[in-house]
């Protein structure tokens, strides 16, 4: 066949396939049948060399024009195709801002949190400044320093996890008073929130509970500071009619020892359930510090005295929130968490 016939022919097939493009994956296989390596018009040209030479220049001419004829007519369609898939991809992707957004969930600060942050506000404001110990210590500054040897009975005061013979989960953030005033000459006040670790589980007590330590050295420091200090403390974080009250009790690292108690914010002081009718309820332990860690820390008790105190901030967050099994302060219960949300 003669190479216009085939030319026309293959003109024609072009027209009626282009008429079924719809998309530019069928315009691409479509296109591929003519243009491409092995499609119609790229054997047409092969077949070129086979054709008698002087009619080869002529034939070139013309197949090569019917090559770019062919061309254009697809690259044409193809704009045409892009446009409108272009166009229908931007309609189905239209954004509405004004459609109401999805509403996430936010979280709450826990209680515990809550709670150490009024604290360490409250004494920021009286001047103390922030100390984080270890928590993994070693029997020197959890016990020793705090004149606490190994054959004292005081050490069963708290049952504690050794990790080895001389290393161990600290019981008390007291641990933090040696390091700072190993450290740090007087004037100190430093304020030691924490974890603590001691072997004890049930509905107030928990292996793994957090404490807020307390130390001021300097001269002339007495237990009317610690008590001044204490009455600020629990007016700001318990209610201005609170009073606060010191009883004997026993330390080994602080001599005199005292256990504070504030008046009950449930009922003034009458006797309710929360103060199991004393009238009273017990925040923490404090007193003046032993003679003895002073000088262990380098400091002359003859010239400088100082008080210490500690108490448990699920402790004094159980009291304030009314929460009345500890146990709810580490499950993570959202149902419950949420209901500190300020
Ligand atoms: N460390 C003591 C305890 O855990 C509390 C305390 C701290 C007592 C500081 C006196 C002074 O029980």
């Known amino acids: ?36 390596k092995t499609g119609e018009i790229s054997s047409l040209l092969k077949n070129l060399r086979d054709a008698p030479a002087e009619q080869r220049p002529t034939m070139g001419k013309v197949l090569n024009a019917f090559r770019q004829w062919t061309e254009e007519k697809f690259s044409d369609i193809e704009k045409r195709i892009k446009k409108i898939e272009l166009d229908k991809k931007y309609s189905q992707e239209k954004l509405d801002v004004t459609v109401p957004g999805t509403i996430l969930p936010d979280g709450a600060y826990h209680p515990n949190t809550l709670i150490r942050e009024e604290l360490v506000s ?36 708290q049952d504690t996890f050794y990790l080895s013979a001389d290393l161990l989960l600290r019981t008390q953030t007291s641990a933090g008073q040696i390091r700072v005033m190993e450290n740090k000459k007087p004037p ?22 957090s404490q807020m330590e307390g130390l001021v050295v300097d001269k002339g420091i007495t237990l009317c500071d610690l008590k001044g200090m204490l009455d600020v403390f629990a007016k700001k974080i318990f209610g201005e009619d609170v009073k606060t009250r010191l009883r004997p009790s026993y330390f080994p690292f602080t001599e005199p020892s005292v256990e504070v108690d504030v008046s ?27 003679r003895r ?31 009345n099994n500890m146990k709810l302060l580490f499950e993570g219960d959202t149902r419950f968490l949420k209901q500190f949300k300020d």
């Open 1 to 36: 066949m003669d190479v216009q016939e085939k030319i026309k022919q293959i003109e024609a097939q072009v027209e009626s396939a282009v008429q079924d493009i719809k998309s530019s994956k069928s315009l691409l296989e479509i296109k591929m049948r003519f243009l491409g």
């Open 122 to 157: 409250v004494f920021a404001g009286m001047g103390f400044e922030i100390f984080e110990g270890p928590e993994i210590e070693n029997d020197y500054y959890n016990f020793t320093a705090l004149n606490t040897p190994a054959d004292h009975p005081a050490r069963d005061m």
């Open 188 to 209: 100190i006040k430093i304020l030691s929130p924490g974890k603590v670790y001691r072997s004890d589980d049930d509905a107030t007590h928990s292996p793994m509970f």
């Open 264 to 290: 009950c914010f449930e009922c003034g002081g009458k006797g309710c359930r929360l103060c199991k009718g004393t009238g009273w309820i017990e925040v923490l332990g404090a007193g003046m510090v032993n």
């Open 293 to 323: 860690v002073l000088e262990g820390c380098g400091i002359d008790p003859d010239e400088y005295t100082g008080f210490a105190f500690g108490m448990g901030i699920e402790r004094i967050a159980m009291l304030k929130y009314g929460i």
